[in-house]
């Protein structure tokens, strides 16, 4: 990539439950990070918020924390930081006031469940149902969207009513919020997302990449506190005054799962599964908008540069990946530590026919189903703690096997894979896939190879990438060139015979069944 030898890239990774800030050379190899964990707010069951301060005070520690542990290691950051790009949770929706700069509710998070009573209403006042806006922006009416998240705290939050009658509230989604405050806040701050962050909002038109008109309309929703669409790989802006770093341009912007995709290089008809809290398995379809006829989403891969042309992909969502393992330490105690669960489930060779379907808020693609609720089937007296840490191990990744199957059927009939039958790599990344013994069930479910690259924070990867590709420090042919990293990445191949693959997984779906209509279960 560039020569220089003291040239770096920063990028800002804002998750759900974390945030990091690493610092890569040239060569894309990091050279310093911090992250710290923020607050989980539950106000009532399926609701859970993020705290917007909180969140920008994190983004601050981990610039300055890194910045520092660079320059220790001898790196001459200060003058060497180029670029900085910025990837974060998405759909998570912040409201706030243009002129005060504060929030005017608490963010709600992408995972966020309160919102099932708007999206009824909806399904049945519009005429297309469930699937009213699918053909302009590519989603179902779903919890999951910031638009209907926006729209219940229009209905529901009086500051929130206020602000927006006197045309001084900004909406965005978590990048919105950060660049906004990043470039200045009350003094100018840019109102600003990218394509791909937009695309998760439910009112993007995916052909044009602009607000869908009509969409809004339907929605009441007012278009002067919606944020500017831009690229992924573009300068936005300047960072300003009161940040540990001041006058870097941030030149690179995507939705996690979008930054993942490009970190791993995804080209079309390849597929990235990222395990995180959640887990989201995402396929570059090209430059097609691929229509899914199997529970699964159309929504943008990426587009880098203003004038680059547009990937779109086919994304499947599982709400509850890692945070099943959270629960199991957490609210079971059965682990003290998320690292524990691999030991303890490899105590046993099998789950000893329990099945857990982790479905605590819902299930998502390709079910899409909010009346859904978590169950564990199939305990006797000889169920241990293991076989259950076992269980919610392969819950995960039957999940990512419900989608791909799905993911391969679309891709398929599309014309953008040949053949679902033929060789396919899974490419994994996400903390979770530290865990061995996960990525072999993975493989073994999936009845294919799962490829995990040296680096597995990703996500950061793919920000640097974009946000180095708007300044010349990389070049895309060489972002995409996956000769090297495929020498230092570790491929887990399938040792399940097929035969009691199959049967496993009709088990597993047997098991989904069970978790439908119990969300009225009396408390």
């Known amino acids: 990539m560039a020569k220089a030898k003291e040239l770096f890239i920063g990028a800002i990774d804002q998750g759900t439950t974390s945030t990091r800030f690493i610092i890569y050379d040239h060569q894309a190899r990091p050279i310093g990070s911090h ?14 918020e993020h705290e917007p301060m909180e969140i920008l005070e994190s983004v601050r520690v981990c610039m300055a924390k890194a910045l520092d542990k660079a320059t220790a290691d001898g ?26 700069g504060c929030p005017l509710y608490n963010a709600i998070v992408w995972m966020d469940a309160r919102t099932s009573s708007v999206c009824r209403k909806l399904e049945k006042e519009l005429p297309g149902g469930k699937t009213h806006f699918l053909d302009a922006v ?31 509230a900004l909406f965005g989604t978590i990048d919105t919020w950060l660049i906004w405050n990043l470039t200045g806040g ?19 038109n995916l052909k044009t990449l602009d607000w ?4 809004l309309e339907t929605l009441g929703i007012p278009a002067e506190i919606l944020p500017k669409i831009v690229s992924n790989s573009e300068i936005i802006g300047k960072i300003g005054k009161g940040w540990p770093i001041t006058g870097i341009p941030i030149s690179g912007c995507l939705g996690d799962q979008h930054a993942a995709m490009l970190g791993q290089a995804c080209k079309k008809g390849e597929a990235k599964s990222t395990y995180g809290t959640g887990a989201f398995i995402l396929m570059n379809t090209g430059e097609v908008v691929v229509k899914s006829k199997h529970g699964l989403l159309s929504t943008l891969a990426f587009k880098l540069g203003p004038k680059a042309p547009t990937n779109y992909a086919l994304e499947g969502s599982i709400a509850i990946a890692g945070a099943a393992v959270q629960w199991l330490r957490d609210s079971l105690g059965i682990i003290t530590s998320a ?16 099945y857990f379907v982790p479905a605590f808020n819902g299930l998502f693609a390709p079910w899409w189903r909010d009346d859904a609720r978590g169950v564990c089937i199939g305990i006797t007296r000889f169920t241990s703690k293991a076989h259950i840490a076992r269980a919610v191990l392969e819950s995960m990744c039957f999940q990512v096997k419900d989608v791909l199957d799905s993911m391969q059927k679309d ?34 479910l999936l009845g294919s190879p799962v490829i995990r690259p040296a680096d597995i924070e990703t996500t950061a990867l793919g920000a640097a990438f974009a946000a180095g590709l708007a300044i010349g420090v990389f070049k895309e042919e060489e972002i ?20 009691f693959r199959k049967k496993k997984a009709e088990s597993w779906c047997r098991a989904v069944e069970r978790t439908f209509n119990l969300a009225d279960l009396s408390l």
């Open 35 to 48: 992250q710290v964990e923020f607050t989980q707010f539950y106000p009532e069951a399926g609701w859970v």
């Open 75 to 100: 790196h001459n950051v200060d003058s060497g930081l180029k670029a900085i790009g910025l990837t974060n949770q998405r759909e998570t929706t912040v409201l706030w006031s243009q002129s005060t």
């Open 138 to 168: 590519g989603l179902p009416i779903s919890t999951y969207f910031s638009a209907v998240k926006l729209l219940w705290m229009m209905e529901n939050v009086d500051a929130v009513k206020e602000a927006i009658k006197k045309g001084d």
């Open 186 to 204: 009350v003094n100018g701050g840019l109102h600003v997302t990218d394509v791909s962050n937009a695309s998760r909002t439910m009112l993007m």
């Open 212 to 215: 869908d008109k009509p969409t």
């Open 339 to 354: 690292s524990e669960i691999e030991e303890l489930a490899l105590q046993v060779n099998s789950t000893g026919g329990v």
């Open 411 to 444: 891709a398929v009939e599309k014309g953008v894979i040949k053949d679902a039958k033929s060789e396919f790599l899974l490419r994994v990344d996400g903390g979770a896939t530290v865990n061995n013994l996960l990525m072999q069930i993975q493989a073994d």
């Open 480 to 499: 995409f060139d996956s000769g090297e990293r495929t020498k230092t990445s570790t491929t887990f191949k399938p040792v399940l015979n097929e035969e």
